[in-house]
């Protein structure tokens, strides 16, 4: 008993230290080989023994003498939250090597070394290792690369065409109207405080996924069912009732399927990172949730396959049918189809099989469900907030707004007439600002495979030799606010910087929608130019463009916040019809302002002169901006973990 207390007490640690203080050693040496700056730290963030000491260590390391060394704040796995553009602007350049015992990760804000990353997808893969637990339903085309995700992506990418985009802009627009119902429904006044926009945002994305990307129609809570909106020739057979409810699945379950898609997705993260024994025997509540969600929603899945399979096997599928019905189409399970690629065709011996499996299926439809529904929802809830600070910019989008739909009735919006001039309109500046500031993810992680030479790379003008086993972050909250990249003037309020510490000399860190256009004072309709039509994948499958071609075009590299190159998202032009349609529904019809109840009540307001209303109001708004600069943080997505914006 004491040799083993000795041994889990003593030798075991002065193991590990011997082994990081010889991997520190290495790595810095490598570092230092290939001529790129470096920075030293004694743990790597993401470390999990480092997470769980974390906030004891940073306490201590918040006072002299280490109280704003740059190393400091590199331990923290928000960083690129927390400092912005900082950590580059003080190391003097815009690429730089975080060295680490366990990995050395090259972090850039470089546009033209991003640019060059993610178009060299054969020498910069994506880290595949860090997406496996993706997998939980089957393999799919974001944990996958090579020839697998080839394979995946000729299928998968095809599923997002027009039709199904214009599947997501009436159903936007339906469940649109059905939030700001339930916002305002029973209210005598024209005016109400809502604390529920980030989880209204929420449902709202999981219900236009659950449409389009599984032909499952759910009804707004707390709106009366006559009063429910009925948007969009393609979806009045969705109110029929026997649709619009939950009696299209024919098997017993535990939970329903909202219930269990929404539990899910909440409790995402014990599925992600437990093994199955802990999942199996550990007697946390949350955890038993997490599993019980996960069979419960696996089960669903199943059914719709089934379903999926059935309606293309009899020929029933609908024109512009929903995303897993093409997977299925795609996947050659049509006719009694039994095509295969061509790489698997040379010396094939057995029977002719579907292009992707069921659990391939499956494990794809869930990763864009995934991928589509909290990224869009924080887009959503983030672009509100904005506009409720900046009440200027919401008054130019109101004014553009009128002006594309000339006071047509929101049944009468029109897909092929109207999106266009929204995309290059006010609301596609405001939603191209809001991802600018706070794009789905932080960083994008690419790396140098350790089998693989080093790989040459024009970092801070200069050819460099990036060593193998690097891992690469390409730190996008850094790159979109680079004022090496991005043109800028001075700070609008010098003395209350937008930030503590980034960009204080220029106004790269306000939200500014007016920045993106090319000095227009009133925008107009896209025009019609050389070199910004829209993307296509080789297949006629159209993805969309990060940006509208009306709009000022920094370097490329410089704006990723749906990537680059071929592995760029293909759901981009879904979530921008979707965010643009919410967002015109809500601004066409209603302004939104901070409320100010936590320091006078609306009468107190009502007697209020306008130098005490903008003071009050002012008190909001840096309660707002301290929230979101404190509690905005990564898990799956950028989301505000802590407090509400009312």
């Known amino acids: 008993m004491p040799l083993i207390a000795l041994l889990i007490f003593f030798v075991a640690p002065l193991t590990y230290v011997l082994w990081s203080c010889a991997a520190?050693?290495?790595?810095?040496?490598?570092?230092?080989?290939?001529?790129?700056?470096?920075?030293?730290?004694?743990?790597?963030?993401?470390?999990?023994?480092?997470?769980?000491?974390?906030?004891?260590?940073?306490?201590?390391?918040?006072?002299?003498?280490?109280?704003?060394?740059?190393?400091?704040?590199?331990?923290?796995?928000?960083?690129?939250?927390?400092?912005?553009?900082?950590?580059?602007?003080?190391?003097?350049?815009?690429?730089?090597?975080?060295?680490?015992?366990?990995?050395?990760?090259?972090?850039?804000?470089?546009?033209?070394?991003?640019?060059?990353?993610?178009?060299?997808?054969?020498?910069?893969?994506?880290?595949?290792?860090?997406?496996?637990?993706?997998?939980?339903?089957?393999?799919?085309?974001?944990?996958?690369?090579?020839?697998?995700?080839?394979?995946?992506?000729?299928?998968?990418?095809?599923?997002?065409?027009?039709?199904?985009?214009?599947m997501v802009w009436f159903e936007s627009l339906r469940l649109g109207q059905d939030m700001v119902k339930s916002w305002m429904d029973g209210r005598t006044v024209s005016s109400s405080t809502v604390t529920s926009v980030s989880g209204d945002a929420m449902r709202l994305t999981l219900y236009v996924i659950s449409y389009a990307g599984f032909g499952v129609t759910l009804l707004w809570p707390n709106v009366d069912k006559e009063k429910q909106s009925k948007t969009g020739e393609n979806l009045e057979a969705a109110f029929n009732a026997e649709k619009a409810t939950e009696t299209q699945f024919h098997e017993e379950h535990e939970m329903s399927y909202f219930q269990a898609l929404n539990s899910l997705l909440k409790n995402l993260v014990p599925i992600l990172l437990l093994p199955k024994f802990a999942l199996d025997h550990l007697p946390i509540e949350k955890v038993k949730l997490s599993k019980k969600s996960y069979i419960e929603w696996g089960k669903y899945l199943q059914e719709l396959l089934r379903d999926k399979k059935a309606n293309i096997g009899a020929k029933k599928e609908k024109d512009g049918m929903d995303l897993m019905g093409a997977l299925v189409k795609g996947a050659g399970i049509a006719d009694g189809s039994t095509r295969v690629p061509s790489y698997m065709e040379k010396g094939r011996t057995t029977t002719p099989k579907q292009l992707l499996t069921d659990d391939e299926i499956i494990g794809n439809a869930f990763v864009i469900l995934l991928a589509g529904h909290e990224t869009t929802a924080n887009s959503i809830h983030f672009a509100i907030d904005y506009l409720a600070m900046h009440p200027s910019s919401q008054r130019r989008l109101q004014v553009d707004l009128d002006r594309i739909f000339a006071g047509r009735p929101i049944n009468e919006w029109d897909y092929e007439r109207d999106f266009s001039p929204l995309f290059s309109g006010m609301a596609g500046a405001v939603l191209a600002e809001e991802l600018r500031h706070i794009p789905p993810v932080p960083n994008i992680p690419k790396w140098v495979p350790a089998t693989s030479a080093p790989q040459a790379l024009i970092v801070n003008g200069q050819k460099r030799f990036v060593p193998s086993g690097t891992y690469i972050n390409l730190v996008t909250l850094a790159a979109h606010r680079n004022p090496n990249q991005w043109p800028h003037g001075p700070p609008s309020d010098p003395a209350n910087p937008a930030h503590p510490t980034s960009n204080q000399d220029n106004d790269l860190e306000e939200f500014k929608p007016e920045r993106w256009f090319r000095g227009a004072s009133i925008p107009g309709p896209e025009p019609d130019e050389e070199g910004t039509a829209p993307i296509s994948d080789g297949a006629g499958t159209?993805?969309?463009?990060?940006?509208?071609?009306?709009?000022?075009?920094?370097?490329?590299?410089?704006?990723?916040?749906?990537?680059?190159?071929?592995?760029?998202?293909?759901?981009?032009?879904?979530?921008?019809?979707?965010?643009?349609?919410?967002?015109?529904?809500?601004?066409?019809?209603?302004?939104?302002?901070?409320?100010?109840d936590d320091w006078a009540t609306d009468a107190e307001v009502e007697k209020m002169s306008i130098e005490e209303r903008r003071a009050i109001w002012e008190k909001a708004k840096t309660q707002v901006k301290d929230l979101m600069h404190s509690h905005i943080s990564m898990i799956l997505s950028m989301q505000l973990r802590k407090g509400v914006v009312p």
């Open 542 to 596: 159209f993805t969309g463009t990060n940006m509208s071609s009306a709009f000022i075009r920094p370097p490329r590299g410089a704006y990723v916040p749906f990537s680059e190159g071929p592995r760029a998202c293909l759901g981009r032009r879904f979530a921008q019809v979707e965010v643009l349609a919410v967002l015109a529904v809500i601004f066409s019809q209603y302004s939104v302002e901070l409320a100010v």
């Open 24 to 166: 520190l050693i290495r790595n810095v040496a490598l570092a230092k080989e290939s001529g790129i700056p470096y920075v030293v730290t004694p743990w790597y963030p993401l470390n999990p023994v480092w997470l769980i000491i974390r906030p004891f260590f940073l306490h201590l390391l918040q006072r002299p003498p280490f109280r704003g060394s740059l190393w400091v704040g590199l331990l923290s796995p928000d960083w690129s939250w927390t400092y912005q553009y900082t950590f580059f602007r003080e190391l003097g350049c815009d690429t730089f090597i975080h060295v680490t015992p366990a990995v050395n990760t090259l972090c850039t804000a470089e546009a033209s070394a991003i640019s060059e990353i993610v178009n060299r997808k054969m020498d910069f893969p994506k880290t595949t290792q860090l997406y496996g637990s993706l997998n939980i339903y089957g393999k799919n085309i974001v944990s996958s690369e090579g020839q697998t995700w080839r394979h995946h992506r000729k299928i998968v990418s095809p599923s997002f065409n027009e039709k199904t985009h214009r």
